[in-house]
């Protein structure tokens, strides 16, 4: 596509659930970033992906947070046993240069609430 | 710890005025930074991006400047209108991953 799709758009799930956020990049862009933006904040850096392989992973909150991306397009976040603090939209990006040497663009976003 | 602040928080401004908005960073061993807009309940769009060799970026009625050594970029807005009115952020690259500020805030009235 055009763009970077996300989906869901909007998730509400209660607390101790599962979910799965799903984030689509511009095709052939081959840098792909998750941040988390909390109501009235800047977004905050998850993990970075280079490829297949999660390159830098230091953003993620705890260990109930995992994400893959298995053919270096798609990308999915696994978020287990959700808890309220969790809520906030997730944001991706891509970029066609490793690293920060381009420019990264963003998806729209989801927007995940934790009952 | 690189920390990136925005001031003013919020702006409200009549159509027609020319503004700045502030984007302080404290370590200057950036990558590049960014300018970004994000519209109520959407993500976010770039407006410039400025490497860190670079002084200045101008696109259209925007232009962003970068001073590294004191750690500064402003965003100047010519010629506000209605359409501008968003939040803009600052994100600065450092390691390998953007740092944001909180945001500006910014209304534009007829």
């Known amino acids: 596509g055009a763009g970077v799709s996300q989906t869901p758009s909007n998730k509400v799930t209660e607390k101790g659930k599962y979910v799965e956020l799903r984030c689509d990049p511009i095709?052939?862009?081959?840098?792909l970033y998750w941040y988390r933006q909390s109501l009235g904040q800047g977004p905050e850096f998850l993990i970075y992906?280079?490829?297949?392989?999660?390159?830098?992973d230091s953003g993620l909150p705890n260990d109930r947070f995992f994400a893959v991306r298995p053919e270096g397009s798609v990308s999915t976040l696994k978020i287990q046993r959700t808890e309220r603090g969790d809520s906030a939209v997730y944001l991706c990006?891509?970029?066609?240069?490793?690293?920060?040497?381009?420019?990264?663009?963003f998806g729209p976003g989801t927007r995940l609430t934790v009952l | 710890k690189q920390e990136v602040t925005q001031i003013p928080a919020a702006l409200s401004v009549p159509e027609g005025e020319n503004l700045v908005l502030n984007c302080s960073f404290t370590?200057?061993?950036?990558?590049?930074l960014q300018w970004f807009r994000q519209d109520p309940g959407k993500g976010l769009t770039s407006l410039l991006l400025i490497q860190s060799s670079q002084r200045e970026q101008t696109s259209g009625r925007l232009n962003a400047s970068l001073d590294k050594s004191s750690g500064r970029s402003t965003l100047y807005i010519a010629a506000s209108q209605p359409g501008d009115s968003a939040t803009y952020l600052c994100a600065v690259g450092s390691g390998d991953k953007l740092i944001f500020g909180t945001g500006t805030r910014l209304q534009v009235f007829p």
């Open positions: 095709s052939g862009h081959t840098a």
């Open positions: 992906f280079q490829g297949t392989g999660a390159a830098d």
């Open positions: 370590d200057s061993a950036i990558y590049n």
């Open positions: 990006a891509s970029s066609s240069t490793p690293g920060l040497a381009g420019e990264q663009f």
